[in-house]
T-cell receptor, first 118, second 113 residues
Framework: GAVVSQHPSWVICKSGTSVKIECRSL??????MFWYRQFPKQSLMLMAT?????????EQGVEKDKFLINHASLTLSTLTVTSAHPEDSSFYIC??????????????FGPGTRLTVT | DAKTTQPTSMDCAEGRAANLPCNHS???????VYWYRQIHSQGPQYIIH???NNETNEMASLIITEDRKSSTLILPHATLRDTAVYYC??????????????FGQGTELSVKP
């Protein structure tokens, strides 16, 4: 299957600082990327959808000024958590979809980034 | 997107078939059934998807009822590494304009020796 990578795999930051998470599609062009958040023992919650070269579309209740998403190329999307607080500690997972994938309908996920805000 | 209903948890003996049910009684005609699984602390892994015909790949089989209101994911010979949370999701497909994958609570499958 197609490969999606995330960097870093885990990060610890101090409250009030910003942290950037990268998501890359390694062997296909991702015209659409998605960002999810997952708290312990809960399911994945979709945060936003981004199309290459366009502004991201955020789900209801997700603060766009706090979670900045950039999808400047067909292989890279970034999520920046600004002024992070302990309640932002979570598992952040990106996902990518694009033309040319088998069946053209699958969506592939990265391994996730564990963010801990102290 | 239509909602799905899955049992919260299931057990399966190693080497036996694991049959995971999913109800999606409000599915629309243009919505596909997708299955993903998530092993602890990893990103979800695509398993299989289908519209109305039964599907099989190297990982699993997907059986969709004729009225499309329910489906079953079959892992033919479960191993300990199949222990994971399995998510059944319905969404509109169609290249880049396909719908979003919205995850429910899934079924926690425990494969026991």
């Amino acid at each position: 299957g197609a490969v999606v990578s995330q960097h870093p795999s885990w990060v610890i930051c101090k409250s009030g600082t910003s942290v950037k998470i990268e998501c890359r599609s390694l062997d296909f062009q991702a015209t659409t990327m998605f960002w999810y958040r997952q708290f312990p023992k809960q399911s994945l919650m979709l945060m936003a959808t981004s199309n290459e070269g366009s502004k991201a579309t955020y789900e209801q209740g997700v603060e766009k000024d706090k979670f900045l998403i950039n999808h400047a190329s067909l292989t890279l999307s970034t999520l920046t958590v600004t002024s992070a607080h302990p309640e932002d500690s979570s598992f952040y997972i990106c996902s990518a979809r694009g033309p040319g994938l088998a069946g053209a309908n699958e969506q592939y996920f990265g391994p996730g980034t564990r963010l801990t805000v102290t | 997107d239509a909602k799905t209903t899955q049992p919260t948890s299931m057990d399966c003996a190693e080497g036996r078939a694991a049959n995971l049910p999913c109800n999606h009684s409000t599915i629309s005609g243009n919505e596909y059934v997708y299955w993903y699984r998530q092993i602890h602390s990893q990103g979800p892994q695509y398993i299989i998807h289908g519209l109305k015909n039964n599907e099989t790949n190297e990982m699993a089989s997907l059986i969709i009822t004729e009225d499309r209101k329910s489906s079953t994911l079959i892992l033919p010979h479960a191993t300990l590494r199949d222990t994971a949370v399995y998510y059944c999701i319905v969404r509109v497909a169609g290249g880049n304009q396909g719908g979003k994958l919205i995850f429910g609570q899934g079924t926690e499958l425990s494969v026991k020796p």
